[in-house]
Structures are given as C-alpha cells and as structure tokens.
Nanobody, 124 residues
Framework: QVQLVESGGGLVQAGGSLRLSCAASGIIFSINDMGWYRQAPGKQRELVAAITSGGSTNYADSVQGRFTISRDNARNTVDLQMNSLKPEDTSVYYC??????????????????WGQGTQVTVSS
C-alpha cells in the first residue's frame, strides 16, 4: 500500500519561511510527476508547484519567485521551500504524486496519490 506522508506545516508570521516535506512509501516502481496543492476554506484545491521526474518545474503565478519545489528520486521525496510567506498563503497543503506500482497479475499500474494534508497558517 503506497502512502504519502507530509510534514513541516505550522504557524509563521508574514515574511517568514516554512519547508514542507513529503515522503512516498510502499512498493513503488517509479514516480512520475510530484507536486503540492493547497486548499483554503471555501475554495477549490489549486496547484502550487509541480516537478517532473527529470526536474522540470511549474509554479502558480501567485508563488513564483517565493516558493521552490525540489525532489529526491532516490528517496522518493518532494519538498516545498516557502519564503516571503503572505497571509493569503494560509491553507491546507497537500502532496501529490503519480506513482507506478505492481499489480497482482504481474503488470504495472499508474495511480495518483494524495497526502493527508498539512496546515500552513501565516499571520499578518
């Protein structure tokens, strides 16, 4: 059973920094894209940043230049360094990964997995 476990959320003042980490565990053949999403109360979940297995990155306009996504393919982890945080960054942040796993009949299956979410609160 594949799991994504997040860590690193918390409370920080505006202008501060936080680093989120996410680790994938279980029987994993490979991981394609990994990313971070966020969802504030009453709003839709939105993409914050994504990274391919080759290291290409994509950021939401609202975080470009402030957030940096990185991954360690050997450890199956993805991190999000968040700098110059703003109150509007307050949200629950979710890790996401497209993971290839074995099937019972000897094949491979690509599925999208989500972490449990971690709260980030930025005070003004």
């Amino acid at each position: 059973q594949v799991q994504l476990v997040e860590s690193g959320g918390g409370l920080v003042q505006a202008g501060g920094s936080l680093r989120l980490s996410c680790a994938a565990s279980g029987i994993i053949f490979s991981i394609n894209d990994m990313g971070w999403y966020r969802q504030a109360p009453g709003k839709q979940r939105e993409l914050v940043a994504a990274i391919t297995s080759g290291g290409s990155t994509n950021y939401a306009d609202s975080v470009q230049g402030r957030f940096t996504i990185s991954r360690d393919n050997a450890r199956n982890t993805v991190d999000l360094q968040m700098n110059s945080l703003k109150p509007e960054d307050t949200s629950v942040y979710y890790c996401n990964a497209e993971i290839v796993t074995p099937t019972v009949w000897g094949g491979r299956k690509l599925s999208k997995y989500w972490g449990q979410g971690t709260q980030v609160t930025v005070s003004s």
